[in-house]
Every structure is written in C-alpha cells, then in structure tokens.
Nanobody, 111 residues
Framework: QVQLVESGGGLVQAGGSLRLSCAAS????????MGWYRQAPGKQRELVAT???????NYADSVKGRFTISRNSAKNTVYLQMNSLKPEDTGVYYC?????WGQGTQVTVSS
C-alpha cells in the first residue's frame, strides 16, 4: 500500500499563496486518481481537488480559479498550488491515493 507524506503547509495572510506537496513511497503511475482533501475545525473532511493519471482535474467550487492540482510522476509527487488564499481555506489538508491517506499538513490563513 502506498504511503503518502504531505508538506508545505503554514501560516499565510489572506491573499497569499502556498504550494503543498504529497510525496508517495512508490511510483504513482499506476494510481488512477489522487486527490487533496481538507478538514476545518468542527467540520467534515471535504474534497478540494483530484487529478487522474491522464491529467484530468476536478475542483470544489469554492477553490476553482484559485487552486491548481498537478502531478509529477517522475518524482512520485502530487502538488496543490493555492493562490488568493482566504481565511475559510484554513484547515488540515490531506493527500489521498488508492486507499491511503497522508498525515495531513496544517494551513492557516489569517485575515
């Protein structure tokens, strides 16, 4: 089972940017779909974005036009570029692939 490790979270002011990385323990070529999810305090985990092995992407309405998901199969890594961040983007961001989840990385956006 693939292991996933997220990094890149932190504290940023509203309007700022962050890039999250999700490093996989093995090749992601065979993983059809990988995604980013987030969980805000007191709320359920929600889908942020997904990307297929063919490069097709899907985004939550709340992040369309601001976030970009990408994958680098040579580096076994999936990225989430987050621009124009808002306080409501605050939460723990998780990477998911096959049946595996990473441990999460905290993103805090101050107003």
């Amino acid at each position: 089972q693939v292991q996933l490790v997220e990094s890149g979270g932190g504290l940023v002011q509203a309007g700022g940017s962050l890039r999250l990385s999700c490093a996989a323990s093995r090749s992601i070529l065979s993983i059809y779909i990988m995604g980013w999810y987030r969980q805000a305090p007191g709320k359920q985990r929600e889908l942020v974005a997904t990307i297929t092995s063919g490069g097709s992407t899907n985004y939550a309405d709340s992040v369309k036009g601001r976030f970009t998901i990408s994958r680098n199969s040579a580096k076994n890594t999936v990225y989430l570029q987050m621009n124009s961040l808002k306080p409501e983007d605050t939460g723990v961001y998780y990477c998911q692939g096959e049946k595996s989840w990473g441990q999460g990385t905290q993103v805090t956006v101050s107003s």
